[in-house]
């Protein structure tokens, strides 16, 4: 065998025993996202519904309304954005 010689492809290399199998890359936080994407839009379906009571009622539309969309609005947004900066770091070893 010379220097030159090179092993088949599907030969993997004897001194690397971690290269024929890539680690498992799975996503992560996964739950966050769809926490902050659903609390966002229960906060955004408040808002609509607050915003259309009164052409619909004709009155103004009630308290619980106006506090859900103040609450679960901002807090499905701050979701969202721990879930990206958590997201951006790299995962420990």
Same mark, same amino acid.
């Given at each position: 065998?010379?220097?030159? @010689?090179?092993?088949p492809a599907d030969d993997p290399d004897p001194?690397?025993?971690?290269? @024929?199998?890539? @680690? ?7 739950? $966050?996202?769809? @926490?902050? $994407?659903?609390?966002f839009a229960v906060g955004v379906v408040f808002t609509v519904l607050a915003a259309l ?11 619980? $309304? ?28």
């Amino acid at each position: 065998m010379t220097s030159d @010689a090179r092993p088949p492809a599907d030969d993997p290399d004897p001194w690397a025993p971690h290269a @024929a199998e890539p @680690a498992p890359v799975r996503p992560r936080r996964r739950g $966050l996202f769809i @926490a902050a $994407l659903v609390v966002f839009a229960v906060g955004v379906v408040f808002t609509v519904l607050a915003a259309l009571t009164p052409f619909v009622l004709d009155r103004d539309a009630p308290t619980f $309304l106006y506090l859900g969309a103040m609450v679960f609005t901002p807090v499905g947004f701050l979701l969202g954005l721990l879930y990206a900066i958590l997201g951006s770091r790299p995962p420990r070893v």
